[in-house]
């Protein structure tokens, strides 16, 4: 059997160190999972947040600037919060209460139609319905010992979302300088390149969340006025549902018109449920053929399958807040790619391109 040559040797050895870093390098990765995924969620919101923050810092210091950026982002859900979880406790206790009543509508619509009256005849739908109606008011504190013992995931997700705001500030307070201090170690024309491809993914990912809220207004107060005029009781924290919902690309709407459709059941049954789901049905329309265009038009455009991909990405890496950033996830690498691409063009162009010839010295004629 032949021996191995020492460069031989020294290539095996080389490339099982390299397997092994690999792995260990992998297995690192795993462990530290969670706090990098925050670390990942942070800088997207730092992204986002660099837009209104470099508004700011034209007329005030930056520190300044970043407080109020930051201070603003938290007194919006507090707000909400505070407008919106009194008349949910109130309502949810009325729903509960007046539940059989509803259940009693649906039963006398149910009589009245004859097909519907022939299958609850065989499945005794409305009996059923009835009897966990009247279960309802019972079930409320149960419902309320359930959520005493969420409380440790509560605390966990506050500390998380605490965490990734202080990232997130100090992401914002120090990235400019971080990058020009990464561009200073860069070749004169490659960091042109990365200046340009970083100042690409800002715009584009701040136009997107800045699109993204304003689209999902747009759909909270229209579903509001709708729920209003239906008379669908806490119509205010259901449009809230729906503006949460529209954040999420694809199927966020969809699922909103779903979960309001089931409220619109035990209010003017049929009437708000038909009224509402054509609602549904055009707005969605609209928002995806012109109001859509219209707001993310300034943001890089991807391709329906790579959106829906990346949202499956997203939601199964970082849950929901995954599948809200998964867009601009996609439209960063987007990018990338293209830079990437445009780089090695220019690359191969040069290496194709032959050598110049020096100019011939031409010879003086003697005479």
Known sequence: MPSLS?????TIIRTVLIVVCVVLALYVIYLLRRPLSWIVIAAFIAVAAAGPVNY????MKRGLAIAITYLTLI????G???LLIPPIVGEVEELAANAPEYAQDVTDFVEENSTLNGLNEDYDITSKLQDEADKLPEKIPDAAGALADIGVGVVNSVFAGVTIFILSIFMVAGGPRWVHRFLEMQRPEHA?????????IANAVGNYVSGA???ATIAGVSSFIVLSLLGVPFAGPLALVVALFDLIPVIGASIAAILVAIVTIFVDFPVALIVWAAFAVVYQQVENYLIQPQIQKRATKIEPFVVLVAVLFGSSLFGVVGALLAIPAAASIQIGLHEWVE?????EAEDEEPPSEPPSQVEPVTT
Do not use: D, K, M
């Open 6 to 10: 020492p460069s031989g040797t020294r």
């Open 56 to 59: 700011l810092q034209r007329h």
């Open 75 to 78: 007194l919006i859900p507090v």
């Open 80 to 82: 909400l919060g505070a």
């Open 192 to 200: 042109e390149r990365i200046e340009r491809t970083l100042r690409r």
């Open 213 to 215: 809220l304003l689209q």
């Open 343 to 347: 780089y090695r063009r220019e690359v």
